[in-house]
């Protein structure tokens, strides 16, 4: 049986906009996330992750649903998703993980997103972060 795989992300949100990005490697719209580093918190990984993918400096907002799934190659996977506060931004610059950006309005975010349990953390962010 193979370990579970733990990752962390976010739900990056700014002036009311939501942040997406499309992974070339899968060419998928999602939320940007990332594998635990070794020694790392979900919470660390959250905030490095959304920092890597999206060029955004982020405060951590409330803990929203975890999701669970395989991955590509058949590992259980857990991810630990915040609601994420922008402190601060680079221009974005794409990279080998990530070649798109959007800021989207909440609806056409949660539309843009290749999975469903994407779709279901950006109402559960705007909820925390918005309402």
């Known amino acids: 049986m ?9 739900v990056p949100v700014k002036d009311g ?5 499309h992974r070339p490697k899968y060419d998928d719209w999602t939320l940007p996330k990332g594998k635990l580093d070794s020694g790392e918190s979900f919470e660390e990984a959250a905030v490095r992750e959304v920092e890597e993918e999206a060029s955004l400096t982020c405060r951590l907002g409330p ?8 991955d590509n190659k058949g590992r259980p996977k857990v991810v630990r998703w915040w609601a994420m506060e ?21 609806p056409e975010a949660a539309a843009a997103l290749t999975y469903e349990r994407d779709r279901v953390l950006v109402d559960e962010a705007v ?3 918005i309402a």
């Open 17 to 21: 906009l939501v942040a997406v990005v």
């Open 2 to 10: 193979s370990k579970e795989v733990k990752a962390a992300g976010g």
């Open 127 to 129: 909820q925390a972060l």
């Open 63 to 70: 803990e929203l649903s975890e999701t669970h799934y395989h």
């Open 86 to 106: 922008v402190e601060s931004e680079v221009p974005f610059e794409p990279n080998d993980e990530v070649d798109e950006l959007r800021w989207l309005e909440p």
